[in-house]
């Protein structure tokens, strides 16, 4: 198969693009190598048997350079980072939802004829995830008000009797309330493709990515992954900085977890047309994840747990992944093996701890409680 992958030099589009090609595809990569990501130069870890195009996906005449004689596209572009995306809009809007309709724009006007077309969404549209009330039953809350968090009352209440609400694993149909202009930026590139996929006879898929973790993950990027901003921390000797109390859960899920899913996806005609959790159906608190990452680093420091707050913050979201593993899909990587391998690439690796930088401005914003 000829595939396209844009975003293909990056964290999880490398991965995909490596695997891709150790199955014999034909692969060609569009990515803008984004300075944030990359720090100015062209990651080592590119594979030498596929095709780079420098480019970036709003630019349309290098987008149909790129879809030339491709048959499948994996969507990876977006620029990551839920907190900055609150403060350079332009920014997010223009690569997430322009470059994803630019993509689409191309793909109809040219009338090329894809056989699948993946799309990389994300858990982040969701907001909160689901609850279960002891009265109410299942409920799924909006953002804890802000009165509440200063209270540092920090667990989610039923919205209908304000009695505590427990999580649960959030599923495919709960309803989208994303809370941060990244979230809505993603959101924009599943609903754009899967509409536009149906109306052209494209078979279309969209994985909903939870906390993707592992190795070329961007080290001194403080807007990408907690694993590795907390990685960024404990290599510059800082304790990682936790938000409300540490006790808020995400799903991890390793990334070759993610590239298991994508191909997957691309050879299941049962996937089509649909969106689909990609996450391990496991919660695991961001406290855990810095005690893990601490000990395996060897630190000596306790996590600073600042029991304050940031604006748009959910408290706890785990993947319900029945939909998927009904088309074979099953998480081979455990998180104490995924963090250990994270850690052991990541020691050699320089970071810069850029977190206080950007806390910093999250507060000067009025984002963040100084």
């Not at 095709?51 to 005449?61: C, F, T």
């Not at 470059?99 to 793909?107: C, E, N, P, R, S």
């Not at 906390?211 to 961007?218: I, L």
């Amino acid at each position: 198969m000829r595939i396209l992958v844009t975003g293909g030099a990056g964290f999880i589009g490398s991965h995909l693009v490596d695997a891709l090609v150790r199955a014999g595809h034909t692969v060609r990569i569009l990515d803008n190598f984004d300075p944030q990501v990359h720090g100015g130069r062209r990651p080592d870890y590119l594979s030498p048997n596929a095709e780079y195009l420098e480019g970036d996906v709003r630019d349309r005449e290098r987008v149909r350079t790129a879809l030339q004689g491709i048959e499948v596209v994996f969507h990876e572009a977006a620029v990551v980072g839920v907190g900055q995306s609150m403060y350079q809009i332009e920014k997010y809007v223009a690569a997430n939802t322009l470059g994803t309709a630019v993509l689409l724009d191309v793909i109809v006007n040219d009338r090329l004829s894809l056989q699948k077309l993946i799309v990389a969404s994300s858990m982040s549209i969701y907001g909160e995830g689901q609850y279960r009330c002891a009265q109410c039953g299942v409920v799924c809350p909006a953002l804890r008000p802000e009165a509440q968090l200063k209270q540092r009352e920090w667990e989610m209440r039923c919205p209908a009797c304000d009695r505590p609400a427990a999580p649960e694993a959030t599923p495919e149909n709960k309803p989208l309330a994303p809370t941060s202009v990244y979230a809505i930026s993603k959101r924009d590139q599943e609903e754009l493709c899967l509409v536009v996929g149906r109306s052209y006879r494209i078979p279309t898929v969209a994985l909903r990515y939870f906390n993707v973790y592992g190795p070329r993950q961007a080290l001194s990027n403080p807007y990408t992954g907690v694993c590795a901003v907390f990685s960024a921390r404990i290599k510059n000797h800082h304790p990682p900085l936790i938000f409300e109390d540490g006790r808020q859960s995400r799903d991890f899920i390793h990334v070759s977890d993610i590239v298991r899913a994508n191909l997957l996806a691309m050879a299941s005609p049962g996937a089509d047309d649909q969106a689909l959790n990609v996450g391990t159906g496991q919660p695991t608190s961001v406290l855990d994840i810095a005690r893990t990452l601490l000990r395996l680093y060897g630190g000596t420091a306790q996590p600073a747990i600042a029991q304050t707050f940031r604006a748009g913050d959910i408290r706890h979201c785990v993947a319900d992944i029945t939909r998927i593993s009904r088309l074979g899909f099953r998480p081979q990587v455990s998180l104490q093996d995924g963090l250990q391998e994270l850690v052991e690439w990541g020691k050699p690796q320089p970071a810069q701890d850029r977190v206080d930088e950007a806390t910093k401005e999250l507060q000067a914003y009025g984002l963040a409680q100084g």
